[in-house]
């Protein structure tokens, strides 16, 4: 959860809400992020996400500050957008006991909350919230959104036109009957969980748990996915890592190798360009020329 910097606007129309939206999907192509909901109002966001590769801190560093960036080149501003206090982060257990399902209900149905919808209109009439997404088909949704989880938990086994026609339901239905107490340790707390859940986070705390409890796939940091991509593309090349220094800063095959990292992970222009050996002036005039060429 996020908000503008003094309750201030994030989103001033719809282009920019469409613009946070493509933002996030490449942030979930860099990180492997899951989105299992979201919901953009006017000063603040709420996104429900899943991170395989425990990122959630680079991730947010390269999307709330990319988005900021391009808030900014849009409106003619500069400075901050987003709260000092940096954004509230709640850890819920996604194992199937009903807790994912009670955040992503609260993300859905913070349009009502917020009383921007009168009794006789539907949730779907609100756009900029993953809700309406879920109504859809598969095509038609963002690839980064994952419904299934929540359609579980909702006790519906099948992505399907009567399986969406019941989750519609089902949640029309939690709307309805909302009280606000369920969601009270959404808004003061820290973890959403059983005990032996909470549990276990406080013993990962209070005993300095490092990344071998999470196994081998959850272990690889931005800089140890970007490193591994580097010695990939030197593999493919057939080039010892001292063939980086002995090439100009222009090179083609560094020039493709700096575009794959600034797309498909979080590293700064400056990581890339000491990494590559290029000079960090060419690694951002080799990423503008690469947004040229996707628009056209």
């Known amino acids: ?12 129309s719809r282009k920019d809400r469409e613009l946070f939206l493509k933002s996030l999907g490449e ?3 860099k990180t492997d992020w899951q989105i299992h909901a979201f919901c953009l109002m006017s000063n603040h966001l709420q ?34 957008l987003f709260s000092p206090e940096g954004y509230k982060s709640l850890i ?14 609260y993300v859905h149905l913070n349009p009502a909350r917020a009383k921007l919808l009168s009794a006789r209109q539907r949730l779907s009439e609100f756009r900029w919230s993953s809700y309406g997404e879920y109504l859809k088909g598969r095509a038609a949704r963002p690839a980064w959104l994952r419904v299934d989880r ?6 519906i086994p099948k992505d399907s036109p009567a399986g969406r026609e019941e989750f519609e339901k089902r949640v029309e ?5 909302e009280d606000g107490e369920e969601f009270k340790p959404l808004v003061r707390g820290w973890c959403l969980g059983g005990e032996a859940f909470r549990a276990e986070l406080l013993a990962q705390v ?12 959850v272990r690889e940091s931005a800089e140890a996915k970007a490193e591994r991509m580097v010695l990939e593309e030197l593999k493919k090349l057939g080039w010892r890592r001292e063939e980086l220094g002995k090439r100009r800063k222009g090179d083609a095959e560094k020039v493709r190798i700096a575009l794959r990292l600034r797309k498909e992970t979080t590293m700064t222009a400056a990581w890339i360009a000491q990494r590559l050996e290029m000079g960090r002036r060419r690694i951002f005039r080799t990423c503008s020329t690469g947004r040229e060429r996707e628009k056209k």
């Not at 996104?47 to 391009?70: C, H, I, Q």
């Not at 006991?97 to 009670?102: C, D, M, Q, S, V």
């Not at 209070?206 to 081998?216: C, I, N, Q, R």
Request: charged share 30%; with cysteine; proline share 1%.
């Open 1 to 12: 959860m996020n908000r503008g910097d003094h309750r201030e606007d994030i989103f001033r």
């Open 27 to 29: 942030a979930c192509a």
């Open 47 to 80: 996104l429900v996400v899943e991170t395989p590769k425990a990122n959630l801190v680079d991730g947010m560093k390269w999307l709330l500050g990319t988005y900021t960036s391009r808030f900014n080149r849009r409106h003619k501003t500069f400075g901050r």
């Open 92 to 105: 819920a257990d996604g194992s199937g006991n009903g807790y994912l399902k009670t955040v992503c209900d």
């Open 150 to 155: 929540l359609l579980g938990e909702h006790g």
């Open 173 to 177: 239905l939690r709307r309805v009957a």
């Open 206 to 217: 209070s005993e300095k748990v490092g990344a071998e409890h999470f196994g081998e796939e």
